[in-house]
Structures are given as structure tokens and as C-alpha cells.
């Protein structure tokens, strides 16, 4: 028996590492394993053909297809922006950059139900163009421009705030080289900059569309709810739910739960595959 | 440059700058009414109140699970570490029906629970967990790279002087940690604060006892009391841009100690 085995001071006691893991494992089984779990069981609760007939039923079809619609108008949006808003908070230097970023990081601090309420103050019946909105019959609080501006933004900071501290990172040393040996504009941006920041800007548009068609008490606010015409897929969930159908209600769901997982797999993936090219720091 | 600008005036400033005009078509003392009102006072209560129990929970746990995900080797880490930004990548609604049908009195944790006579769905308690679901992905993701690029050296260091693993951890690991550990935290406290998708199924949403903040700002609107919702979301706006200044504070301490 060797009873000199070196202990590296540094581990902790087995007890406690027991006791620290299983801890661990417990509240991230009970906190996040077991929502997941429960969506999928009560979805199939009544067998797979009843879950089938809840996402095909015309309801559902028209909440998919305005999920998907305000997802393609959204994201491409807010793909520009963020890449324009961190080329220029990330390759120049003006007055009031610190206000810019604070504005650009404000949608993750306000409340949903806020970003909503400022549209409907401004384009609702009683708000600033309501009026003259009505007068040229142009609908936009319960409606699709309205649940569109919503989405915009509430997830127009995840493309900037991935590309920011990336493109800061990598400075503007490549990009002057480029303009010096006479590049114009465009093509410093689509032969240096964009192959530079590509996995990034994947990562963020990933995170995006995953917001954008999961997007709820925003867009809650401006869609007035109207069954088959304004219900987004998370809206149509609870219009399901307070009907008290919940086998439709968590087949829809389960839909918008698969969307997380892939969304999850390729987040991973792109992190592990693509530590390098991605900001270190990811908080969102 | 130009385009930037445009596209955050356009969506944001004007937007916003209604939001901020707005209440005070009632008058000072009819916004203070509308802010002071006992029901409103209760909603923002448990709003920041919720979100405060459910931050300092997620501060352990989530101290516990970045520990353990870095630290241990366990089989399946990598599976465990992706499952954490779940709440970062499930839509809203779909966590708030899942917890509520699992904490119902007649769901699978609800039952058992009310069994023991505690009920969760429909009272303060289930606002406060929706609050810890949403908010657990902050503090571990803001811990986590802090943790793995802390050496060992000041551990070895303070165990070849006699320190127990317990001295070690109080003394020199939570007081390297503190700065993260206080970002994720208000991380979680900012984005629990407004939370609205993930409660109001499990919240039950009683006046005075279990309605949050930006649920009321909905029941206004869904009574045409403009006035009155953008008063209270102004309350929360002016709150959340605290939060922010708060948060960069942070951060840029957090930036100083490392």
C-alpha cells in the first residue's frame, strides 16, 4: 500500500465535490431539464396524430407563416444595422460613442412590454400619428408593420453586440493596409472586414432569429390579437392556453421548443469550432 | 454612420421620447396618482422585489453550477454547458406554460408540492421561480470565462501557507470572483425585472398579490388608459437605465481586476 498519494491541494474533497455537483445537476435538472421535458410529454400527450392536427390546423398554419414572415423582414433589418452600428462604434471615434452603445444595449434592459407600449404611443388610435395613420387608412398597431417594428427592436442589439467587441479586437491596422493599396469602400468591407467577422455575424444572427420568432410580451402589445391574422406562434400559444386546449397549446410550443434546440446545437457548435472568430465574452 | 443613426432614431429615440411625454398629459399629480396607487405600488413591488429573491438565488446556484462545469470533470459537461443558455433560446410563452403546467396542483412538482401544503402556481412563489428560470444563463455565463482564466497559483499559494480549502475559498477565490459574480447577478435582477412572457401563466396574476409591473401596463392599454400605462412604463424605463449605468459601472470595475 502507497499511502504518500499526493493531494493536489488545489482539488477540492471528494465529499464536497459530490455534494457541489450533484447540487449542481439537481438545479439544472429541476430549472431547465424538466420545462423541456414537460413540453414535449404534454404535447404527445394525446398521441402523435393530435399533436399533428394542432400544427396544421389553419390557425396555426397562419401563426407559423407570420413567425416566419416577421423573422425574414426582421432579421435581414437588423443584420445591416448591427454591422453598420459596429463599424462605426468599433473603426472610428466621435463624440458620444458611450450614449450609442448605452442605446444599442438598451432593448436587453428594457421590458418587453415597454418596447411594445412606445409603438403604441406612437401608432396606436390615441397615439402621436394615429390620427393621420387613420385618416390614410394605414394599419400599423394591430397589424404586421406594428408586430414587425416590435421584433426589430427587441433584437436589434444581438448583431452589434457581437460584432463590437470583435471588430474592436481586430482594429483598423487591415483595413488601412487595404484602403493604402487603393481598395475603394466596398471592397474593403467584403474582401477584408466581412471575412474577417463572418462566424461572428453568424452567431449573432443566429441569437436574433431565435429572439425574433420566439419574441412575446413585445409583440403581444401591438398585435391586438386577432385569431388567424395577427397571432405570431408564441401568441398563438397562449391563445391555446387560456382556451384550455393544451395538447394544441404545447404542440405549438414544442414546434418554438425544437427551434431552441437547433438553435442551441449550432450555438455550441459554432463556439466550439469557432472559438477563435467570435467575441470571447458572450453574455446574451 | 449616417444609417446607423437613422435606423436607432427612427425605432428608438422618437419611440421613446413618446413614451416619456406622454404621462404627463395627466398632470403631475395625475401621473403621481397613477404611479402611487396601491395596486401599482404592489405590481412594482413584486416586480423588484421577485426579481431581487430570484437574483440572490441565482447568485448561488449559479456560483455552484460554473464551479462545477469548469472545475469537475463530469461526462457530459459539454451536453449540461449548452443546456444552460436554454432560457436565452426558449421563447417566453413556451417557458411559461411548461412551469405552469409543471407546478399546477396537478402537475408533476405541483402535486407533490401541494401535498406538503405549499403552493407555488398562482402565488408569489411561482413569479419568483419563472424569475430564477430566465435569469439562471446570466450569472453562469458571466462567471464562467472569469473562472477559467483564474490560475491556481493564489489557491496553491494560499494552501502551501496553511489555509484550509474552506479559508481558500472565502478568502481568495469569492473576493477574485466578486465583480463577475455581481454583473451576472444584476444581469439576472435587470432582465427579471421586466420579464412579462415566462410569469403571467404561473403568476396567476391577482391584483395586489401575484400581478407584475409590465402586466398592468397591458391591462391599461387593454383599457385604453394610455396615459396610465405609459406613467408606470416610464417608471420602468427610468429604472432600467439605472440598471445600465449601474451595470457599466460594473463592468468597467470588473475590466479594472483582471
Redesign the interface.
Known sequence: MNDTVFKN??D??PT??IV??V???A??GL??????V??FS?ALSSGFAAARDAITEPDALSAIYLTLLTAAIAVPLNL??GV??A??VAK?DFRGKSI?T?????????????SG??????F?L???LGPWLREYDIKIIFALPGIV?AT??VT?PFVARELIPLMTDQGRDEEEAAVSLGATGFQTFFRVTLPNIKWGLLYGVL?CN?RA?????AV??VSGHIRGRTDT???H??VL?NDYQ?VS??AV?SL??L???V???L??FLE?RYADEIA????? | MGFTLFYLSALVLIPLTALVIRPWELGFSGFWDVVTAPRTLAALKLSFGGAAIAAAINAVFGLIVAWVLVRYRIPGRRLIDALVDLPFALPTAVAGIALSALYANNGWLGAPLAALGIKVAYTPIGVVLALVFIGLPFVVRTLEPVLSDMGREAEEAAATLGASRFQTFTRVILPALTPALLTGTALAFARAVGEYGSVIFIAGNLPMISEIAPLLIVIKLQEYDYAGAAAIGVVMLAISFVMLFALNALQSWMATRR
Open positions: 491541494p488545489t477540492d474533497n464536497a465535490r457541489l455537483t447540487v449542481a445537476l438545479f439544472i430549472f431547465l431539464l424538466l420545462p423541456l414537460v413540453v404534454q445591416v444595422f453598420s452600428a463599424w462605426a472610428f450609442l448605452t442605446l444599442i444595449d438598451l432593448p436587453f434592459s428594457v421590458s418587453p412590454v415597454v407600449l412606445v409603438y403604441v404611443l406612437v396606436g390615441q397615439g402621436w417594428l426589430i427592436f436589434f441569437l431565435a420568432m420566439g419574441e412575446f410580451g403581444s402589445v406562434m408564441p401568441l400559444v397562449e392556453y393544451y397549446a404545447f410550443a418554438l421548443a427551434l431552441a434546440l438553435t442551441l446545437a450555438k455550441s466550439w470571447a465574452v458572450h453574455r446574451h
